[in-house]
């Protein structure tokens, strides 16, 4: 994946190897086995999310489709525009020994399942988006109790310190707008990711992010120092 998050990320890759052809199939079972980490809502709107990196090249694995099958049940999945790959959570295809099927947009001789951690922002009833900082920062703390969780008693000390929330976004870019008040603050993004550090949330604690543009999810902005 583009974005490396230190020891969540390296604590979280798991090698699944896939011959050259347009499409690969993986165990249902291994996704299921994360999923069961965050499936009962106790750290709030942070969960995981798939993707299937290069071994080569670390370059993402572009995704065209997915479904999930069992000899008698075919589930659809889904593919965001940057391939994440969003399964359902069922018991069910867990016994079944599902199998996750993906079709590629090119041939991979081998791909890597790569997780990381991340929280959701339900869409807006039009096309701006409107959100208070207490629910960026509130979803701050979803994912740094997640991390914490997949990093382990001992390890949850040695992560790496989260400097803000990072937004992936649907357009390459833009320019959103911190708003307090009288107060307003542009912040322009690129290659659809806007950075909001740990003071600029403070700043605006009791105001608002304001933007046009769709937004795909939010992800911890790690210290790498």
């Known amino acids: 994946m583009n974005n490396r998050y230190g020891m969540a990320a390296a604590l979280l890759m798991a090698p699944m190897l896939a011959v050259a052809q347009p499409s690969l199939e993986l165990q249902y079972g291994t996704f299921y086995s994360q999923m069961k980490t965050f499936a ?29 099958s069992t000899l008698d049940r075919d589930v659809a999945a889904e593919v965001t525009v940057d391939s994440e790959l969003r399964l359902p959570y069922d018991d069910d295809l867990n016994l079944d020994k599902a199998t996750v099927v993906v079709g590629l947009t090119e041939p991979h001789e081998a791909c890597d399942l790569s997780v990381q951690v991340m929280a959701d922002v339900p ?40 400097t803000g929330v990072r937004v992936s976004l649907v357009q390459p870019s833009g320019t959103a707008y911190l708003i307090d008040g009288a107060r307003q603050l542009p912040l322009p993004w690129q290659e659809g990711q806007l950075l909001l550090s740990n003071a600029q949330l403070v700043e605006f604690a009791e105001g608002k992010l304001q933007l046009r543009g769709e937004i795909l999810r939010l992800t911890p902005w790690l210290h790498k120092g």
Do not use: I
């Open 123 to 162: 869409p807006p009833a039009d096309s701006r988006w409107e959100l208070k900082v207490s629910e960026l920062t509130g979803r701050q703390h979803d994912m740094q109790s997640l991390l914490e969780k997949l990093a382990g008693m001992v390890g949850k000390y040695f992560l790496p310190e989260m």
């Open 40 to 68: 009962k809502g106790e750290f709030g709107h942070a969960r995981l999310g798939f993707y299937l990196t290069d071994q080569q090249n670390g370059r993402r694995c572009l995704l065209t489709s997915a479904r999930v």
